[in-house]
């Protein structure tokens, strides 16, 4: 098994495609509520629903291919992105390098112990 560090070069197409698909959810909210204000009811409905179709399509690009590392038994898993988008959520700063690590409050297929995993920035 060859793990390489990943190296931070700019943006990948995935978080840009995150953050398109961000400022395009906040622009449908916000017609949204500007048509609910003018009382036209029918482009309220539809921009609402285009927001909730985006978010639905946004949420499992944004965690994909995330691997998280249980505090108990070491074991490296994916995990499904709703389960980490509901889920309890943290960060904190490394002493020695000065990044965030997050942590996600999850169940180890594994051990199946609860607890904080912590987001790993390594491949399987």
Known sequence: MDDKKPTNKGLDAKTVAVMVLA???GLSFII?????TN?????????????IVLFIITCPLAYKGDIYE???CGRK??????KV???KRTSKYDGED???TKYVKLKCPE???KGWCKKSEYNI
């Open 32 to 36: 949204g509520i500007i048509s609910a």
């Open 70 to 72: 249980c505090p108990n």
């Open 111 to 113: 051990c199946k112990s």
């Open 98 to 100: 000065g990044k965030r």
């Open 77 to 82: 898993f994916r995990v499904n992105a709703y």
């Open 39 to 51: 009382d036209r009811w029918i482009e309220f409905a539809i921009s609402l629903s285009t927001s």
């Open 85 to 87: 988008l509901f889920s």
């Open 23 to 25: 400022v395009l959810i």
